[in-house]
C-alpha cells in the first residue's frame, strides 16, 4: 500500500529506440536498441549523435552505413486525465479487486498526464477485513509509459462469514477421495480466503479455503 500523496504520482519512462531516430530501421531488430531515456509526455529530449553512438558501442555493433543525423528531436504526445475521468476508471479498476467490498467514496488527484494511446488500467490492491479507508496504488499504461497514481477509497465490506473459535467441517480432497473432519476456524474469513484452522481432534492446525459459513476445505 502507498500512502495517498497525489504530488507523488510518477511515471516509469520508456525508452528512445533507434528507429526514432533512423526511422529507415523500423521493424528490424537494429531499430529496437534502446538509445535512450524517453521524454515524459508532453515533453521533448534531444537525442545526439554521441548518444546513439554510445549506445550502438555498449550493443556490440557498428555504425558502419548509418547516416545518424547530429541531433533529433523525439517528443511524447501526451492527454491530461481530469479528476472525473480517474474516478471512472479507477472505481472500475479498483471495484473488481475489492470485491466483495464496495467503494463508498474515492479521492484521486485533480488531474494526471498521460501519454497518448491506449489506456490500461491496473491495481494489485486486495480487499481488506473490514470496513473503513485504504490507500492503493493504480497503474496507468499508455504510449509504452507507466503513470503510478495514489488514490484513497473508502470502503464498506461485508463481516466474515467465518469468525475465529467457529466450529467448522474442514474438507480435504486427495486425487478422487473427498474426506471430512470437524475443526476450528483460528482466523476470520470470507468466501475464498485463506484461513488457519485446526483439526478438533488432533490440534492440527491448517490451511483451509472458505467455501461457505460452515465449510472450509483444505489448501496444500
Excluded at 5 to 21: D, R, T, Y
Excluded at 102 to 111: A, G, N
Amino acid at each position: 500500500m502507498l500512502s495517498c500523496a497525489w504530488s507523488s504520482a510518477g511515471q516509469a519512462q520508456e525508452a528512445i529506440s533507434l528507429a526514432e531516430v533512423l526511422p529507415v530501421l523500423q521493424g528490424t531488430e537494429l531499430g529496437e536498441l534502446e538509445v535512450g531515456p524517453a521524454p515524459a509526455p508532453g515533453d521533448e529530449r534531444t537525442v545526439r549523435r554521441r548518444e546513439v553512438l554510445a549506445a550502438l558501442r555498449r550493443a556490440g555493433r557498428s555504425a558502419d552505413g548509418l547516416r545518424i543525423p547530429r541531433a533529433k528531436r523525439i517528443r511524447r504526445e501526451a492527454r491530461v486525465l481530469e479528476a472525473e475521468a480517474l474516478r471512472v476508471l479507477f472505481r472500475s479498476a479498483l471495484s473488481a479487486r475489492l470485491s466483495p467490498c464496495s467503494i463508498e467514496r474515492l479521492r484521486v488527484p485533480d488531474s494526471v498526464t498521460v501519454a497518448d494511446g491506449e489506456l490500461e488500467v491496473r491495481s494489485d490492491v486486495r480487499p481488506p477485513r473490514r470496513s473503513g479507508s485504504v490507500s492503493a496504488s493504480v497503474l496507468l499504461e499508455a504510449g509504452g509509459q507507466v503513470t503510478r497514481v495514489a488514490v484513497r477509497a473508502t470502503l464498506r465490506c461485508p463481516p466474515p462469514l467465518v469468525q475465529p473459535g467457529r466450529r467448522v467441517r474442514v474438507v480435504a480432497v486427495v486425487g478422487n477421495v473427498r474426506a471430512s473432519v470437524p475443526g476450528t476456524a483460528r482466523q476470520a474469513g470470507r468466501v475464498g480466503d485463506v484461513i488457519k484452522v485446526t483439526r478438533s481432534r488432533a490440534g492440527v492446525s491448517l490451511r483451509a479455503r472458505v467455501i461457505d459459513a460452515q465449510t472450509v476445505e483444505v489448501v496444500r
